[in-house]
């Protein structure tokens, strides 16, 4: 299909974010970005993509924008910070007694240690706590 918008508003209409933040996901894919909240809104449900008559990648556009944001520093501090919890440990969301319970109710180990460990070398690798402002 042709890549080109024709501004129908089928994305916008589709996009659960753009009925509670100020995303409006075809102004995004023209390339009009007015503040960081208009791309970092978007939960990458894919919708406007499913719907797109053109089938314009948006979500994959969104992304491209939210990278160039980071390279230029413009990250929310929220994201920063989670980010920074994800590199000291491996996860964002901290592990501890009542998920270990949880998880051996499952039949799950308490804990995911070695994909902790093997996140935190990827991001090493990766050299992401730069690119947020780490360090």
């Known amino acids: 299909m042709n890549d080109v918008c024709i501004h129908c508003g089928i994305c916008t209409a589709s996009c659960p974010s753009g009925w509670y933040t100020p995303l409006v ?13 208009d791309v970092w809104a978007c939960v990458t449900c894919y919708q406007c993509e499913e719907r797109c008559p053109r089938e314009i990648k948006v979500v994959e556009r969104i992304i491209e924008i939210r990278n ?24 964002i969301v901290p592990w501890n007694e009542k998920s270990g ?32 402002g780490g360090g």
Not at 25 to 37: I, S, Y
């Open 25 to 37: 996901t075809r102004r995004v894919v023209g390339g009009e970005v007015n503040t960081m909240e």
């Open 68 to 91: 160039e944001l980071v390279r230029e520093g413009k990250i929310f501090e929220s994201h920063r910070e989670a980010a920074l919890k994800l590199i000291e440990s491996g996860r």
């Open 101 to 132: 319970e949880l998880r051996e109710e499952l039949g799950l180990p308490r804990k995911r240690e070695k994909c902790a460990e093997e996140v935190k070398t990827l991001l090493k690798l990766t050299g992401f706590e730069s690119l947020i």
